[in-house]
């Protein structure tokens, strides 16, 4: 057995919190409905309650992209921490 003390990642890094935020927030924004049911402002003749979802649409799809990013870039980093970190021993 090895005297030197193996050395975790935090499960929880600023960059996973990120990914969260990015995942939860078009959730808390569709679940608000009081926030966007009304019908003003229109947008080219289009009520607010049905342009304001269908923007959601297009920027959930950008914060999923940027999660996914993030999560594999993550996922090289510790990848790469873990390979580095074994090669010391």
């Known amino acids: 057995m090895s005297d030197v003390p193996e050395v975790r990642q935090p499960v929880v890094t600023p960059t996973r919190v ?5 995942l939860v927030a078009p959730f808390v924004a569709m679940l608000w409905v009081g926030s966007y049911a ?7 003749g289009i009520p607010f309650f049905y342009w304001y979802q269908m923007l959601w649409v297009l920027i959930s799809t950008a914060l999923t992209m940027t999660a996914y990013q993030l999560w594999q870039r993550d996922q090289r980093a510790r990848r790469a921490a873990s390979t580095n970190g074994g090669a010391q021993r």
């Open 18 to 22: 990120v990914i969260a935020v990015c």
């Open 38 to 44: 009304k019908t003003d402002p229109e947008f080219i």
